[in-house]
């Protein structure tokens, strides 16, 4: 047999460079994803859903200018400037639609070197994985198990199919399977701080969605240069919206409640809970059913909002 030639430095620099495994596909592991291959480290994306990713549902997102730098070095700024609105002017209210302030973002940007964006979610996440290749993501991949030693990690998936890699990273949302097995087994080693080995709690329910594309003569705010940006923050219902560069109005409305009086309610019937509302906006007799009525049901979205700080973020 003829002698293999020797390895190119490219070569050899490809089997110096760790292989990662990312559970979850939402705007975490997608993000990750890119940076990955645009520095040449291989990485394989493992999503639990088909199709209707939790990441890419949901209401707007706003972009500071602290963000703004990750999406040049990512590549992604001129499109990202083209599916973003700028958000110079924040108008708050209260229950009676009274305006009580208006913030100017504009002295920010400038202290910020750029503007504020809003973009709605989905439009984002569209961003986000048109830059991922199709063959480096996998759909409909549950993972069991995971396993790591001084070799490297392991998952073993719902189709009996195992992964190795040398990294793995948990993106799998607030109730993430890969830390829960992280946490398991420093919990019997007894490496698990006290404050992990609690439960998440939450202190509201989040509705959120992004309407169809509006009527400028109803909605004639909408084709305005830079987004609308509504508040109203009064007990128990707290609401904002934003109009997007697309005619469409991303909102959300926030319930607070105590975790020891929750109920478990479908997005639908939160919807009727909430509909009454008063918004801001088109013929200035606006309630939240307006925009409730004009959104898409599979871009409506019903979620806790958990909030904890963990101190364990890694193991190895």
């Not at 705007?27 to 999503?47: K, N, P, V």
């Not at 750029?114 to 480096?136: C, E, G, M």
């Not at 993106?171 to 087994?185: F, I, L, T």
């Amino acid at each position: 047999a003829r002698p293999r030639p020797p390895l190119t430095a490219q070569e050899r620099a490809a089997l110096e460079k760790p292989k990662v495994l990312i559970v979850g596909a939402g705007l975490g592991g997608i993000t990750l994803g890119i940076l990955l291959e645009r520095a040449g480290i291989q990485y394989m994306i493992f999503e639990l859903h088909a199709h209707g990713i939790p990441g890419k549902k949901g209401s707007a997102i706003a972009i500071r200018p602290n963000i703004l730098p990750c999406f040049k070095q990512l590549g992604l700024f001129d499109d990202f400037v083209k599916i973003g609105k700028p958000m110079v002017l924040a108008h708050s209210y209260n229950n009676d639609m009274e305006l009580t302030q208006v913030t100017d973002w504009s002295v920010r940007d400038k202290l910020g070197g750029d503007q504020h964006f809003v973009v709605a979610r989905p439009t984002l996440y569209d961003l986000l994985r048109s830059r991922i290749p199709s063959h480096k993501i996998f759909m409909s991949k549950r993972v069991l198990s995971i396993l790591q030693n001084q070799h490297g990690a392991m998952v073993r998936c719902s189709d009996n199919v195992t992964h190795h890699g040398d990294i793995l990273v948990g993106a799998d949302g607030a109730y993430s399977g890969v830390r829960q097995s992280m946490y398991k087994q420093l919990k019997t080693q007894k490496k698990l701080p006290r404050s992990d080995d609690t439960t998440l709690p939450f202190s509201c329910t989040c509705l959120v969605g992004q309407t169809e594309v509006l009527d400028l003569d109803e909605f004639p705010e909408i084709n305005e240069t830079n987004s609308r940006f509504h508040g109203i923050s009064e007990f128990p219902y707290s609401r904002v919206s934003f109009t997007t560069i697309h005619h469409t109005i991303c909102w959300t409305v926030m319930v607070s409640q105590s975790a020891f009086t929750v109920r478990v309610e479908t997005a639908e019937a939160k919807c009727k809970e909430v509909g009454h509302l008063k918004i801001p906006g088109g013929n200035g007799k606006l309630t939240m059913k307006d925009l409730i009525d004009r959104t898409p049901k599979h871009l409506i979205l019903k979620a806790m909002l958990e909030e904890k700080v963990f101190a364990t973020w890694y193991h190895r």
